[in-house]
């Protein structure tokens, strides 16, 4: 974290976004000595050390950022044998690749379950125009964050989260009213079998897909991902809905994206990211899909492109009337 001074809100258990953490490391400049925030559960330190994952502070954060905006994303390592001599650690650094690695298994629930808890009220918004409509959907979990099913649980969903591996066919045999492809981790071309997961569902059903669901699809319509020189990463990147000339605020976390000039007739590009123009959003109005790189939920992060929700409501409302 590039932040200077991290762990001074110490941490709270109904913030957490994951069915635990699977952090592999934390790196920062300086560990707050005390927290201070009425919601606080435990220090940063503690909750690191309760789950077994590595942290260390008082590194130069801002000069890693600037070695990485000069050469991109890098392989780094963290260890605690002091042993080890600085070519040991760089040769473990060069014998690890990111590329081609599914970490999508490692992250995904291993059995289904239906999911219930929506957005509370003291946090809630968008709450208005809601029509009361109740759509089930499967959820494909890749390492989907809670507030996805919570943001969806809002709009009146009835959710089924599914693992990564659950076969098409058994989703189809659900006969849901749609299905969301979530976000998760690293590189997209690593995980084949979700490609076909995707490609076997499209046509068949109203689909939306976010961050890494939104590259499945690309990939599943015959369009290319590539890896990016240091991705996009926070809370404050520009985006333009093409459709409606809005820009939007928005949170993001990846490191891949889709290749808009690889993307077969009849797929729109919905939405530019204004940074760099890559690809931000897709649409193929005729098979029923929807996608955005970015999280619409907003957590943490603005709340601008929360009605992606009620898009994906309205998608699967007139693909029933039209059946």
């Not at 968008?126 to 649980?153: C, E, M, P, Q, S």
């Not at 997209?188 to 076909?196: I, L, R, T, W």
């Not at 569902?201 to 897909?209: Q, T």
């Not at 490191?255 to 760099?276: I, R």
Request: aromatic letters at 8%.
């Amino acid at each position: 974290m590039t932040n200077p001074h991290i762990g001074n809100t110490g941490v709270n258990f109904d913030d957490e976004e994951s069915m635990q953490c699977f952090l592999g490391g934390l790196v920062i400049r300086s560990l707050s000595i005390s927290t201070s925030n009425w919601r606080c559960a435990e220090t940063l330190g503690d909750y690191l050390a309760e789950r077994n994952i590595m942290g260390i502070y008082d590194v130069d954060t801002r000069a890693i950022t600037r070695r990485l905006r000069q050469d991109g994303s890098l392989i780094g390592v963290l260890s605690t044998e002091e042993s080890k001599t600085d070519e040991e650690l760089l040769e473990l650094s060069c014998s690890w690749d990111i590329i081609g690695v599914d970490l999508i298994s490692g992250v995904s629930c291993k059995t289904p379950y239906e999911w219930t808890d929506n957005t509370k009220s003291q946090w809630d918004f968008n709450a208005n125009g809601r029509d009361g409509n109740t759509f089930h959907v499967v959820a494909y979990d890749f390492g989907i964050k809670h507030n996805i099913l919570r943001r969806l649980a809002s709009y009146g969903c009835k959710i089924t989260v599914v693992p990564s591996t659950w076969p098409a066919s058994e989703t189809l045999k659900i006969k849901p009213n749609g299905v969301l492809f979530s976000n998760g981790p690293r590189d997209p071309s690593a995980v084949p079998y979700a490609v076909e997961t995707v490609k076997e569902i499209l046509g068949k059903l109203p689909v939306f897909g976010i961050c890494m669901g939104h590259q499945l699809l690309g990939q599943a319509l015959g369009g290319k991902t590539f890896k990016m020189k240091f991705g996009h990463h926070g809370g404050n990147h520009l985006v333009r809905n093409l459709w409606s000339g809005h820009v939007e605020i928005s949170a993001q976390n990846h490191n891949y994206a889709v290749d808009p000039a690889s993307l077969p007739e009849g797929v729109e590009v919905t939405h530019v990211n204004l940074n760099d123009g890559s690809c931000a959003g897709l649409a193929y109005p005729a098979q029923n899909i929807m996608s955005l790189q970015y999280h619409p939920e907003a957590s943490p992060g603005p709340h601008d492109s929360d009605n992606a929700f009620q898009e994906f409501i309205e998608l699967m409302k007139r693909a029933e009337e039209n059946t």
